[in-house]
């Protein structure tokens, strides 16, 4: 939203409506020196009974070490939840006050933070704000916060150099409201958009605008990635239950029109043009053509119905086509992870199917700016206690039943390589790779300070891995994982950023059949009692008990995740 601000005016006229931004003005006489702060208001999106709100205030009083913003509506609006200060209602009367990691406000800096509220009849902004008991005003356009900069959508080898991510609000007030969990209430996350009604919000939460919106408060003058998970394909996840969509298997016509267009719509608006979108496109997908298909012992009819009737290369290459014509959208389609196309019978095969869905419907491989891996698992990032061309008693590492013939042990080289593969089927040089770090940290008491024993090369590679689920197949809400690497940007040779493309805390799936209205199924591999299948080796699932419906918040494996995060926390 573009802000309005009225700096020679004594009081301001307020209309409501769908949109709306308040600023307290100061009289015309007062000089900018004499400002104590300034305050931005901003309805970023409103509906009937609701809406969501962003605000920014500026300090240009003495530093402070703690901070408390307080307004009063006109009428009945009530703050219902709330990201990066803690909030309190008496009435009409409302007092945001600082999180504990943001609580420093120097002079001339700002912090932001936003709200969800309800409200009944009109929603008239609020005409005046304190800081710390001081009235706040706006100056004349020199002291204040700044528009955003638009940008020019100029498109980058990196996204992600050079610039903040984008820190989702309410996976933030999430995780902020998690015992410890403000340590990484700050960290950026993937937005899922998950099913159709996912554009225009869930049960009153952002939908995509709001949160492009609240991307360019975060922005402000500087660069942002918005990272952005494309999740509804027909038939999706055709070898998984738990995240089974809300589309059949023929309706690729409803993902094109009724999904792909209206986001593609949006982030083409000029508006967002500042912003460097990333876009992960439909995980859990495309590997599934080559190794859940056929005569494959882990083959489902789901799995060869997709690959009969093309609907996934269909989707995924729709999906690059029209969002790659977004000169500031970076698609990085989902490539698996070691443990799925590691081996030398996935490997090639799927690095082909990929080209093929990146050169249908319209779409060319310069619509791919990389492939991202390990979306939503647990595979370690490096394995450093013993290496793929070991030999322990005449036995090779890749005999072992952990790595099983494998190539890889670890995720970072497994996407090194790969990419290279990519390369060689057509992909463009210059695409990078990304790696979803948020959950496969495996630190705590548990984590192997060195190598195993060198009895058998079973002893050797199970003492020594970090990586310590039962079998490298399983991917349900993993027992004993933590949070890995930090976001951060080129922290590799290929690769382009360490990403939480998954939020941490967020379900993979619930752990027995619970009735939901979102599609999602119950997978046996999310139950703890559950045995397995040819997938994983027929072992235990290894999942954490009580778990909720996918994508719920599940604040068990959240306060699991941070109590074995490597690095600690």
């Given at each position: 939203?573009?802000?309005?601000?009225?700096?020679?005016?004594?009081?301001?006229?307020?209309?409501?409506?769908?949109?709306?931004?308040?600023?307290?003005?100061?009289?015309?006489?007062?000089?900018?020196?004499?400002?104590?702060?300034?305050?931005?208001?901003?309805?970023?999106?409103?509906?009937?009974?609701?809406?969501?709100?962003?605000?920014?205030?500026?300090?240009?009083?003495?530093?402070?070490?703690?901070?408390?913003?307080?307004?009063?509506?006109?009428?009945?609006?009530?703050?219902?939840?709330?990201?990066?200060?803690?909030?309190?209602?008496?009435?009409?009367?409302?007092?945001?006050?600082?999180?504990?990691?943001?609580?420093?406000?120097?002079?001339?800096?700002?912090?932001?933070?936003?709200?969800?509220?309800?409200?009944?009849?009109?929603?008239?902004?609020?005409?005046?704000?304190?800081?710390?008991?001081?009235?706040?005003?706006?100056?004349?356009?020199?002291?204040?916060?700044?528009?955003?900069?638009?940008?020019?959508?100029?498109?980058?080898?990196?996204?992600?150099?050079?610039?903040?991510?984008?820190?989702?609000?309410?996976?933030?007030?999430?995780?902020?409201?998690?015992?410890?969990?403000?340590?990484?209430?700050?960290?950026?996350?993937?937005?899922?958009?998950?099913?159709?009604?996912?554009?225009?919000?869930?049960?009153?939460?952002?939908?995509?605008?709001?949160?492009?919106?609240?991307?360019?408060?975060?922005?402000g003058t500087g660069e942002l990635v918005i990272q952005l998970v494309i999740?509804?394909?027909?038939?999706?996840?055709?070898?998984?239950?738990?995240?089974?969509?809300?589309?059949?298997?023929?309706?690729?016509?409803?993902?094109?029109?009724?999904?792909?267009?209206?986001?593609?719509?949006?982030?083409?608006?000029?508006?967002?043009?500042?912003?460097?979108?990333?876009?992960?496109?439909?995980?859990?997908?495309?590997?599934?053509?080559?190794?859940?298909?056929?005569?494959?012992?882990?083959?489902?009819?789901?799995?060869?119905?997709?690959?009969?009737?093309?609907?996934?290369?269909?989707?995924?290459?729709?999906?690059?086509?029209?969002?790659?014509?977004?000169?500031?959208?970076?698609?990085?389609?989902?490539?698996?992870?070691?443990?799925?196309?590691?081996?030398?019978?996935?490997?090639?095969?799927?690095?082909?199917?990929?080209?093929?869905?990146?050169?249908?419907?319209?779409?060319?491989?310069?619509?791919?700016?990389?492939?991202?891996?390990?979306?939503?698992?647990?595979?370690?990032?490096?394995?450093?206690?013993?290496?793929?061309?070991?030999?322990?008693?005449?036995?090779?590492?890749?005999?072992?039943?952990?790595?099983?013939?494998?190539?890889?042990?670890?995720?970072?080289?497994?996407?090194?390589?790969?990419?290279?593969?990519?390369?060689?089927?057509?992909?463009?040089?210059?695409?990078?790779?990304?790696?979803?770090?948020?959950?496969?940290?495996?630190?705590?008491?548990?984590?192997?300070?060195?190598?195993?024993?060198?009895?058998?090369?079973?002893?050797?590679?199970?003492?020594?891995?970090?990586?310590?689920?039962?079998?490298?197949?399983?991917?349900?809400?993993?027992?004993?994982?933590?949070?890995?690497?930090?976001?951060?940007?080129?922290?590799?040779?290929?690769?382009?950023?360490?990403?939480?493309?998954?939020?941490?805390?967020?379900?993979?799936?619930?752990?027995?059949?619970?009735?939901?209205?979102?599609?999602?199924?119950?997978?046996?591999?999310?139950?703890?009692?559950?045995?397995?299948?040819?997938?994983?080796?027929?072992?235990?699932?290894?999942?954490?008990?009580?778990?909720?419906?996918?994508?719920?918040?599940?604040?068990?494996?959240?306060?699991?995740?941070?109590?074995?995060?490597?690095?600690?926390?």
């Amino acid at each position: 939203m573009s802000r309005t601000r009225t700096a020679i005016l004594a009081a301001m006229a307020l209309v409501a409506g769908a949109t709306g931004a308040a600023v307290a003005a100061a009289p015309a006489d007062i000089g900018i020196a004499a400002i104590p702060c300034t305050v931005d208001y901003n309805v970023q999106n409103q509906w009937s009974t609701g809406f969501t709100a962003a605000v920014t205030v500026t300090n240009n009083s003495a530093a402070k070490s703690s901070w408390a913003v307080k307004w009063s509506y006109a009428g009945n609006q009530q703050v219902t939840s709330g990201w990066n200060a803690k909030f309190a209602q008496s009435g009409t009367a409302v007092t945001a006050s600082n999180e504990s990691y943001n609580g420093t406000l120097a002079t001339g800096s700002s912090v932001s933070f936003g709200f969800n509220g309800s409200y009944s009849g009109t929603n008239a902004l609020p005409t005046s704000f304190t800081l710390d008991g001081v009235t706040c005003n706006v100056d004349d356009g020199g002291g204040g916060p700044t528009d955003p900069d638009p940008g020019t959508g100029t498109r980058v080898d990196n996204p992600y150099t050079g610039a903040q991510v984008y820190v989702n609000p309410e996976w933030s007030a999430k995780a902020a409201a998690e015992t410890g969990g403000s340590r990484i209430s700050n960290q950026p996350t993937g937005v899922w958009l998950d099913r159709t009604a996912a554009i225009n919000g869930v049960n009153g939460g952002m939908g995509l605008r709001a949160h492009l919106d609240a991307a360019l408060q975060q922005k402000g003058t500087g660069e942002l990635v918005i990272q952005l998970v494309i999740y509804n394909l027909p038939g999706r996840d055709c070898a998984a239950l738990a995240s089974n969509g809300e589309l059949g298997p023929t309706e690729i016509d409803t993902y094109k029109t009724q999904y792909i267009d209206p986001i593609a719509a949006i982030l083409a608006d000029t508006k967002y043009a500042g912003l460097r979108i990333v876009t992960t496109v439909e995980i859990d997908s495309l590997p599934n053509l080559v190794t859940n298909t056929g005569s494959r012992p882990t083959a489902t009819p789901a799995c060869d119905v997709m690959k009969a009737n093309g609907n996934y290369v269909k989707g995924v290459g729709y999906a690059l086509n029209k969002l790659g014509d977004v000169p500031n959208v970076y698609n990085y389609v989902d490539a698996g992870h070691h443990g799925w196309i590691g081996w030398d019978d996935n490997f090639g095969p799927s690095a082909d199917v990929f080209k093929q869905a990146a050169t249908a419907e319209g779409a060319t491989v310069n619509d791919v700016h990389g492939f991202i891996t390990n979306t939503a698992n647990y595979s370690a990032l490096k394995e450093n206690n013993f290496t793929i061309n070991d030999t322990v008693a005449g036995k090779s590492v890749r005999e072992s039943k952990w790595v099983d013939w494998n190539r890889y042990t670890d995720e970072l080289s497994f996407a090194q390589a790969f990419r290279n593969q990519l390369v060689t089927v057509g992909f463009p040089s210059t695409i990078g790779m990304l790696i979803d770090t948020s959950r496969n940290g495996w630190g705590g008491a548990a984590r192997p300070a060195g190598p195993g024993a060198t009895t058998t090369v079973d002893t050797y590679v199970d003492g020594g891995r970090y990586d310590r689920r039962i079998h490298v197949g399983n991917w349900c809400n993993q027992s004993g994982a933590g949070l890995g690497e930090r976001p951060q940007a080129a922290p590799a040779t290929g690769i382009d950023a360490y990403v939480w493309m998954k939020p941490p805390g967020e379900s993979d799936g619930s752990s027995s059949a619970i009735p939901n209205d979102e599609g999602k199924g119950f997978d046996q591999m999310c139950d703890p009692t559950y045995t397995g299948n040819p997938r994983n080796g027929n072992n235990l699932s290894g999942a954490l008990p009580n778990s909720p419906v996918s994508g719920h918040w599940f604040s068990a494996q959240f306060q699991e995740l941070m109590r074995n995060a490597y690095p600690a926390l």
